[in-house]
């Protein structure tokens, strides 16, 4: 096997159509064709099926594109280690964030950065930490900064975790939960059972979203396996806006929610320490992958910023 037909194979696999992956490899589609087909010739195994859908991987093609996907990984490691020899003259990051937290870091550490590197070519990802896990697992990314999962997460995968941020209760301000928090020491807000809103409806973001997943383990661990879901939504924003508004109850971090500027705000309450209220930021990246020194250098400018747990008193 070739670095070029791991490559292809990869490529064909991803785009699921030999034509769009001739485009996107510049090369001719009865070229790439035929190389396909020499490649299942010589393994004596079909790594395709075609069907009127489009192309997908029988069991033998996922096998090979997982291998080709670890040993293009290494060919490209391998290149910025020849960058990192170089001194840093040339090179590239693929560093993945997600929407909310590149607003916030990026402008934080870049114009550092550039100024140090500037012949270091960026390419930043900017999506969902589900999207950003499954770039770094298949070798597209360097590292990530995203929020952790609650649960245990992927044993690829390396989560440094750099802050901890609590979630709070937004709900409307004349809800009759809000007389029922109680002050405590050491938490930013009143403090609300969180098993007093079992019966609550909850406006939530979708499931693939990691505000989604953070705020379900929470609930599953005060009892609340099958919360009243209102209104499902993508914007976390809308999701607080409306919470304010009294159509119903959300869960959402601190720090979005002290950014979120609205004309009638909620009234925020926090969430008793026994329920592990939190979630924390990390850079992730492939456990035992190569980081090179620019992107270790990235990293540090991070950490210099953002690396400040917080955890109550």
């Given at each position: 096997?070739?670095?070029?037909?791991?490559?292809?194979?990869?490529?064909v696999a991803?785009?699921?159509?030999?034509?769009?992956?001739?485009?996107?490899?510049?090369?001719?589609?009865?070229?790439?064709?035929?190389?396909?087909?020499?490649?299942?010739?010589?393994l004596?195994?079909?790594?395709?099926?075609?069907t009127?859908?489009?192309?997908?991987?029988?069991?033998?093609?996922?096998?090979?594109?997982?291998?080709?996907?670890?040993?293009?990984?290494?060919?490209?490691?391998?290149?910025?280690?020849?960058?990192?020899?170089?001194?840093?003259?040339?090179?590239?990051?693929?560093?993945?964030?997600?929407?909310?937290?590149?607003?916030?870091?990026?402008?934080?550490?870049?114009?550092?950065?550039?100024?140090?590197?500037?012949?270091?070519?960026?390419?930043?990802?900017?999506?969902?930490?589900?999207?950003?896990?499954?770039?770094?697992?298949?070798?597209?990314?360097?590292?990530?900064?995203?929020?952790?999962?609650?649960?245990l997460s992927?044993?690829q995968?390396?989560?440094?975790?750099?802050?901890?941020?609590?979630?709070?209760?937004?709900?409307?301000g004349?809800?009759?939960?809000?007389?029922?928090?109680?002050?405590?020491?050491?938490?930013?807000?009143?403090?609300?059972?969180?098993?007093?809103?079992?019966?609550?409806?909850?406006?939530?973001?979708?499931?693939?979203?990691?505000i989604?997943?953070?705020?379900?383990?929470?609930?599953?661990?005060?009892?609340?396996?099958?919360?009243?879901?209102?209104?499902?939504?993508?914007?976390?924003?809308?999701?607080?806006?409306?919470?304010?508004?009294?159509?119903?109850?959300?869960?959402?971090?601190?720090?979005?929610?002290?950014?979120?500027?609205?004309?009638?705000?909620?009234?925020?309450?926090?969430?008793?320490?026994?329920?592990?209220?939190?979630?924390?930021?990390?850079?992730?990246?492939?456990?035992g992958?190569?980081?090179?020194?620019?992107?270790?250098?990235?990293?540090?400018?991070?950490?210099?910023?953002?690396?400040?747990?917080?955890?109550?008193?």
């Amino acid at each position: 096997m070739t670095s070029r037909e791991l490559l292809y194979v990869k490529t064909v696999a991803d785009e699921k159509s030999i034509s769009q992956a001739a485009k996107k490899l510049f090369i001719a589609q009865p070229s790439l064709s035929q190389s396909l087909q020499r490649i299942e010739d010589s393994l004596a195994i079909k790594l395709f099926n075609r069907t009127s859908a489009g192309l997908t991987l029988t069991y033998a093609g996922e096998r090979y594109y997982q291998v080709a996907c670890k040993i293009l990984k290494i060919y490209d490691d391998f290149e910025t280690e020849v960058s990192d020899i170089n001194n840093l003259k040339t090179g590239r990051i693929q560093m993945g964030i997600t929407n909310h937290l590149s607003t916030i870091i990026l402008p934080a550490v870049l114009p550092e950065f550039k100024k140090n590197c500037p012949q270091i070519e960026l390419s930043i990802c900017e999506e969902i930490t589900a999207n950003l896990e499954s770039r770094l697992l298949a070798g597209e990314l360097d590292f990530a900064i995203l929020h952790a999962p609650k649960e245990l997460s992927n044993p690829q995968l390396y989560n440094e975790i750099l802050s901890r941020d609590p979630f709070i209760i937004a709900l409307e301000g004349s809800h009759p939960l809000v007389k029922k928090a109680i002050k405590k020491e050491g938490y930013p807000y009143p403090v609300l059972d969180l098993k007093l809103l079992k019966n609550e409806p909850f406006i939530m973001v979708h499931k693939q979203q990691r505000i989604r997943q953070v705020t379900d383990t929470i609930l599953n661990k005060a009892g609340i396996t099958q919360p009243n879901i209102l209104l499902t939504l993508k914007n976390y924003e809308t999701a607080f806006g409306l919470a304010g508004q009294g159509l119903g109850v959300t869960l959402l971090p601190d720090d979005y929610a002290r950014i979120t500027q609205l004309k009638n705000p909620p009234t925020l309450l926090s969430i008793d320490e026994k329920y592990s209220p939190n979630w924390d930021l990390c850079i992730t990246s492939l456990n035992g992958g190569f980081l090179s020194r620019a992107d270790q250098y990235l990293i540090s400018l991070v950490r210099k910023s953002f690396c400040n747990e917080v955890v109550y008193l």
